[in-house]
């Protein structure tokens, strides 16, 4: 039997270029790295370059004298600590640090792993969006983080979405349960989404990318775009703790990737499908991985229950493998 094996359009399960193989009846769906063309608005980062370039750091005390964050690159990850207490909670804040892009984006979808924390301080970290003026009691934004919440509570711990203005967070009222405790040694998916004034989070406890655990929808219109970025900060009573959150895959588009499916058309006939609203994504073939990929002749793709869809030979033959992606145009 020919075996053909659809890709979801960015999906690395870990660093280093390895993927996840997902089974699906007698075929088989491979997730592999989007491809993307030239003057896409696009970025990734896995780190394993061991530096930050294209990334600002943000270090807001820095101005004041007060350099208390570092960033380091443990095992290809990204590590953004505070090493001291914020110099002066009453009148600065808390301690917190970060690091922010560059591109600026209206609507967006940015994802990013957590891959390691200090369990034991009562600390926040996630995903910065629409950020402007990043600095002391400048930035302005969105921002989608955990809380570790008390640490003496094995089992403590929420998400927010927060409105920025002047580094202060102000939290958008939530559809959906934010409850969440990220269990030691376990790395966690990231994803914040905004069109226009709707926003959403959602965490998925890797390896399983299909199934969030936390998926929370909130609506504001304050800002309408801005940068992507990363921030950790004390999230203590007394605003007296250091931080410490790991990062990985760090991806930045403008829109969801769609999703790849192999659609059963029953009498052994097989599709390859996808959402028929990405019509900014065409869909291209190879023979083996890290082949040339082929664009796929458009007449032959077929728009089917809300579905593009490309139906496959049939019978299927043997001895031939073919994989599939989505490319943004």
């Given at each position: 039997m020919q075996t053909h094996t659809a890709s979801k359009s960015f999906e690395p399960m870990q660093r280093g270029g390895l993927f996840r193989l997902i089974g699906l009846g007698v075929m088989t769906a491979a997730a592999v790295l989007l491809a993307q063309r030239a003057g896409a608005q696009f970025q990734s980062d896995n780190f394993n370059d061991g530096n930050d370039q294209g990334w600002t750091r943000y270090n807001p005390f820095a101005g004041v004298g007060a350099n208390i964050a570092t960033w380091t690159f443990p095992n290809g990850g990204y590590r953004i600590q505070t090493i001291a207490p914020s110099p002066d909670p009453a009148n600065l804040g808390p301690g917190r640090a970060g690091s922010v892009r560059s591109e600026i984006y209206t609507n967006f979808y940015i994802s990013v792993d957590i891959v390691n924390w200090n369990e034991n301080v009562p600390q926040a970290g996630g995903i910065l969006a629409r950020i402007r003026n990043a600095g002391l009691g400048t930035t302005t934004g969105y921002a989608f983080t955990w809380d570790r919440g008390n640490p003496t509570n094995a089992t403590d711990g929420d998400v927010d979405i927060s409105s920025i203005t002047g580094e202060a967070p102000d939290g958008v009222t939530l559809t959906g349960s934010d409850r969440l405790h990220l269990n030691p040694g376990t790395s966690y998916r990231f994803v914040f989404i905004g069109k226009g004034p709707n926003l959403e989070g959602r965490v998925y406890q890797l390896p399983n990318?299909?199934?969030?655990?936390?998926?929370?929808?909130?609506?504001?219109?304050?800002?309408?775009?801005?940068?992507?970025?990363?921030?950790?900060?004390?999230?203590?009573?007394?605003?007296?703790?250091?931080?410490?959150?790991?990062?990985?895959?760090?991806?930045?588009?403008?829109?969801?990737?769609?999703?790849?499916?192999?659609?059963?058309?029953?009498?052994?006939?097989?599709?390859?499908?996808?959402?028929?609203?990405?019509?900014?994504?065409?869909?291209?073939?190879?023979?083996?991985?890290?082949?040339?990929?082929?664009?796929?002749?458009?007449?032959?793709?077929?728009?089917?229950?809300?579905?593009f869809q490309l139906p496959l030979p049939a019978p299927l033959s043997t001895g031939t493998t073919t994989f599939y992606r989505l490319i943004h145009r």
């Amino acid at each position: 039997m020919q075996t053909h094996t659809a890709s979801k359009s960015f999906e690395p399960m870990q660093r280093g270029g390895l993927f996840r193989l997902i089974g699906l009846g007698v075929m088989t769906a491979a997730a592999v790295l989007l491809a993307q063309r030239a003057g896409a608005q696009f970025q990734s980062d896995n780190f394993n370059d061991g530096n930050d370039q294209g990334w600002t750091r943000y270090n807001p005390f820095a101005g004041v004298g007060a350099n208390i964050a570092t960033w380091t690159f443990p095992n290809g990850g990204y590590r953004i600590q505070t090493i001291a207490p914020s110099p002066d909670p009453a009148n600065l804040g808390p301690g917190r640090a970060g690091s922010v892009r560059s591109e600026i984006y209206t609507n967006f979808y940015i994802s990013v792993d957590i891959v390691n924390w200090n369990e034991n301080v009562p600390q926040a970290g996630g995903i910065l969006a629409r950020i402007r003026n990043a600095g002391l009691g400048t930035t302005t934004g969105y921002a989608f983080t955990w809380d570790r919440g008390n640490p003496t509570n094995a089992t403590d711990g929420d998400v927010d979405i927060s409105s920025i203005t002047g580094e202060a967070p102000d939290g958008v009222t939530l559809t959906g349960s934010d409850r969440l405790h990220l269990n030691p040694g376990t790395s966690y998916r990231f994803v914040f989404i905004g069109k226009g004034p709707n926003l959403e989070g959602r965490v998925y406890q890797l390896p399983n990318t299909n199934t969030p655990v936390v998926q929370v929808t909130g609506f504001d219109q304050t800002y309408e775009s801005g940068a992507g970025g990363l921030v950790i900060y004390d999230n203590s009573d007394g605003a007296d703790q250091t931080c410490d959150v790991t990062f990985d895959n760090f991806y930045a588009i403008d829109s969801e990737p769609p999703t790849l499916q192999l659609v059963d058309l029953g009498f052994n006939e097989w599709a390859v499908g996808w959402p028929a609203d990405a019509t900014s994504w065409k869909l291209q073939s190879t023979g083996a991985i890290g082949s040339a990929w082929t664009d796929v002749d458009p007449n032959l793709i077929v728009l089917q229950n809300d579905q593009f869809q490309l139906p496959l030979p049939a019978p299927l033959s043997t001895g031939t493998t073919t994989f599939y992606r989505l490319i943004h145009r």
